[in-house]
Each structure stands twice: as structure tokens, then as C-alpha cells.
């Protein structure tokens, strides 16, 4: 069975399979296994982040290309501008990784609160875009005015009538000259569609009703501030799977424009699309999430917005996005060991085999030993009987235990490669078979933590291994994070089966890579039985085209951990020295020995040491 599980469908060219393994098809394309061991062989266990910001710099680029293609085909007289909003990833290797990529660009930040807006303040470089949004109190806007006052290009969205009534108190407050922008965020009527729609639509929690954008307009323009007001803002959700709901909502917006521009909003001359973009996760044909192209929304968004402005008579504004996933996610691969295989005894070298067994055993070793594409089918249905006969046998006390173990591993070995052999195996027989063989994988790492869309949502990710790619999987694989809750659990589904290889990780390390993590996952993560952060590296390459692992930051110790509960590290020191010096169990020598190891486990993060591999030497 050919396996590229699915890399030409979520892969985007970013990676290719070459030799055996999976490589960064980017300058001297590594692979990432040459990555991990690099990684490893510094003494980090565990799961593990790999940030690549040639990734983040080719989808800004992809952006910024399709949208000025589409404004030349369409000769578009306004521009296109873009800003990343912060919440879909704020952390520090991150975005500094996106500002350091997107200076040609004049790319900006979104905020949507004070912390993120502070990220904001000291990232964005002066003259770039900083947009507001989200709910608002009077020290966020004070914010606001102290960053306008600073040079920064900045808008606050108004999300709300009360924030423009504050947003007029601190401008009487502040009495300075410069003001922040403002642009109004509108509700629609339309709605996005899929798992994260609520954005939009009359019951979003967010946007003016026309009656408040009437009023709000009014009251603006009584203040004086219709020179602040320039941009309107919508956004009807993530992973926008269709593009029609946004091509209503374009219609809706780009009216909306037209009319307070006709009421006399002299200023405004841009139009915010919001996010929405979405990333293709699926790992199977029939899965497929997505049913536009960039190209296809790009040349969406510059024509409908043109005709709105031909028909209005308007000039035709600026268009600003503030794409998040579409930016963000492929940027992170988190790759995690395997520790255990649940079935490993099901291998050829767990059977016991008599000088004389049974002859159903026997006939199954045989079977065992010379199925081949030709006979393959008929062997199969072959053992299925002979094991449904030994069981009555074993019931009946006819064979002992011995023999029944013989039995399961011949089955499932026989089953096992009869899947690889034969293609056309009848989908209901191999979900059948598939069911009978499935193998469990204990997964190094926290879905809750790293996933945590996969827990909440169930959205997928594409995972694969990184290594053996030459060889056929032959295990259905269910995966078991080390959590020990049931929920972090990614099981095999028929439909869209996983196959993983055969393989015993006590002699030979087997890593999963998980894709796509770049958006949400990160901040979203949960410390579930206090695993954190997984360790983290920028992969950045040279001029040589060689990759450089920049940045590392270990995931959090033990200690650290607990202290960000707020227990308090010195009682807990304290608690732990004190039971051992007190223990009347030990001598002085052996104290020593378990208060050297106990510091030593402390430091370390809490995920597991991979089980060693064996030195082959
Ligand atoms: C979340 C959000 C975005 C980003 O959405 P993506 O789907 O990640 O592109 C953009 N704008 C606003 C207002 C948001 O709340």
C-alpha cells in the first residue's frame, strides 16, 4: 500500500518524502529527523516544536503577490494592507520570527487586549498598522492614545457605543493632537459557516446594528472625530470552508461603506475583511475542508468590492485583511515520540511454538509463511475460519493457552499483510480486518497541550511518521497521548485510516509529526495534569542553505511549573528535604543519593524520557 498520508493534499509543496523520510523542501532540504536527532543530541527529550520562519514569509508573501495580481487584473485603484492578529499565536519565537520576515511589507499587528496590544506597541515597526479590536475599557483605549502619541499607526475598531462615548472622554482627557484612528466594526447579517461561524451574524457577540452605526456616526461627527474615522471592519469567522457567505458579506459590508461615505464620512477609505482564510488540514480526498483558492478569494474580494464602489460611485477603498491562520499555521511542526506499541507481542519472535502443535496452528503457520499476492486473499479467509475454529477449541479445553497465543499473533500477522498485499480489498472487509488488528500508540506528548482544537473541536491534523517511509505501514493506528485522560485519545476511524509502522521502539525510535499547529494551538493549550509547553526551536537556514536551530527554550521544569500554580517553591523544597532527612528507612549516604536525584527530576520537564534505544554496538 502506497502511503504519502496525504502530504500532496496539506502539504502545500512545503514538505517532500525523499529516501525513507520526510524533508523541508527549503534550501538544502533536511529532514526533519536530521533535525530531531540534532535537537536530541543536546539533551532534549520529549515532545517537541519546530518553528520555520521561511514558512511564515512564504504565506505573507502568497498574500500580499495574490492580492496586487488581482488588483492589476482588476486595475484596483486602492490598496491592499494586512495585519496579523496576535491572538492566533502571541508567543515570542513566533512573532519575532513574522516581524523579522515581513519588513518589506509594512505589515502590521492586531490587537484584542491590553497584553496582546503591549506585544503590539513594541513590535510593530512605527508607521505599520495596529488594529484594536475586541471588547474595550477605558485604560485599552488610554492605551491606545499613549501608542497614537508614540507615531503609531494605530485604529481602534469600535466594537460598541459605550467605547466611542470613552474614546471621546480620553480624548478630552488626554487633550493632545493626536488621536488614534477609528474604524467601526459592523454586524451582518451574513455568517460564516463551520465549526467557528459565531463571528458573524446578527448574534454575534461583536459590531454596531445599523441603528448603533446611525447613532454612532452622529456622534462621532458631533465630536469632531469624522477625520479619525476611516476604516469599517467585519469578520465572520474562522477556517471559512466555502466562499460564498464571504462574498455575501462583502456585498453587505461594501454597501454599508458606501453609505456612510455618502452620509459624509469624508475619511473613510478602507474596508476590513477580517480572517477567515482557511488552511486545508485533511489528510484524505473525501475529508477535503476547503473549496476556494487564494486566488479564487483574492480576485473575490478586489471585484466585488470595485463593482460596489462602481455602482455607488465611490472611489474604491483599501482592503485590509487580518488573515491569522492562513499566516500561522504551517509555520510549526511539534514531532513527538513514540514510547509503546500495546500489541508489540503480536511479532513473529513472541510465538511459542511446540515441537508438536495442533494442526489448525500448524496449517496457520504455513499460511503464515508462504502468502503471497496470488494466494493472499483465499489464506486470509482461510485463517479467519481456522481462528474461529481454535477458539471453540480453547473454549471446549482442547488447546491450551499457549497454543490460543500462537493463534492471535499468526491471525494478525496473516491479516497484517494480506492488507498490504491485496488492493482491492472490499471496504467493509477492511474496516473489518482493520478493527481486528488495530494497534495502540503511546504518543510522548499532550493532545490537550498541543492540539487542543483536536479536543475542543475535533478538528484534524495531519500526522504522520517522519522516518521508514520506504516500507509499507501495516498497523491501523489508534493514538494515545500520555495524558491520562480518555479524551486524549486519536482513534482509528475507518474512513480515514492512519497506518503506522511496525516497529520496536526499544530498539529503534519512532517519531510522529504533527502539522499545522502553527494557529490557535499554542495559546489554547491546556496544562492538563500539568504538562506544558512542549520545547521549542526556530529553524532558520544560512546562506550555505544549511539549517541553523536558533532560540531553543526548553519546555518548563517541574519546579517552574508548580510555582506557576502558585505553590510555593521554597515550602515545597523544604516539605521534600525535610521527609527525607527525617526518614528513619535510610542512612545518611542514602539520603544524599535521593536528595541528588530528587533536585536532578525536579529540573527536568515532566514529559517522559523516551525509552532508551539499544546500542547496537
Ligand atoms: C480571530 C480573528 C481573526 C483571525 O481569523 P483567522 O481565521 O485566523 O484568519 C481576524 N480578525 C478578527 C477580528 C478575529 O477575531
Known sequence: MEKNYGIDIWGDGNFIIKNSTVNINYAKRPSLLEIVSNVRERGYKGPLLLRFPHLIKKQIDTLYNEFHRAKKEFDYKGSFQAVFPLKVNQFPNFVNSLIEVSKEYNYGLEAGSKAELIIAMTHTPLGAPITVNGFKDKEMISLCFIAANMGHNITI???????????????????????????VRIRLHSSGIGIWAKSGGYSSKFGLTSTELLEAYDLIKKHNLLKQLWMIHFHIGSQMSQI????????????????????????????NIGGGLAIEYAQHQQTKEVNYTLV????????????????????????????????????????????????Q???????????KNPPLIAELYALWNSINCNNAREYLHDALDHMESLLTLFDLGYIDLEDRSNCE?????????????????APSELQRLQNKIQERYLVNFSAFQSLADFWGLKQHFPMMPIDKLNTSPTNPATLWDITCDSDGEISFEDKTPLYLHNVDVTKDEYFLAFFLTGAYQEVLGMKHNLFTHPTEVVVNFDKNGDFQLEKLIESQNIIDVLEDLDYDRNYLDKRLKHQIEASSLINSTQKEELLGKLYLYLSENSYLKTIQAHNEN
Do not use: C, W
Open 157 to 183: 475598531t469600535i466594537e460598541g457605543l459605550g467605547e466611542l462615548e470613552t474614546i471621546i472622554e480620553v480624548k478630552q482627557e488626554f487633550n493632545m493632537t493626536v488621536v488614534p484612528k477609528i474604524g
Open 244 to 271: 460564498n457567505p464571504l462574498k455575501k458579506a462583502l456585498r453587505e459590508a461594501g454597501n454599508i461603506y458606501a453609505e456612510l461615505k455618502k452620509r459624509g464620512a469624508f475619511a473613510l477609505s478602507a474596508i
Open 296 to 343: 479564487e478569494f483574492a480576485n473575490d474580494v478586489v471585484f466585488l468590492i470595485k463593482e460596489i464602489a462602481k455602482n455607488k460611485k465611490i472611489d474604491e477603498p483599501d482592503i485590509f485583511t487580518e488573515s491569522g491562520r492562513f499566516i500561522a499555521a504551517s509555520h510549526s511542526v511539534l514531532i513527538a515520540p513514540v514510547l509503546e506499541l500495546f500489541s
Open 345 to 355: 507481542d503480536y511479532q513473529e519472535k513472541s510465538l511459542r511454538l511446540k515441537e
Open 409 to 425: 499473533i499468526l491471525v494478525n500477522l496473516i491479516i497484517k499483510k494480506s492488507i498490504v498485499l491485496l488492493s482491492d480489498i
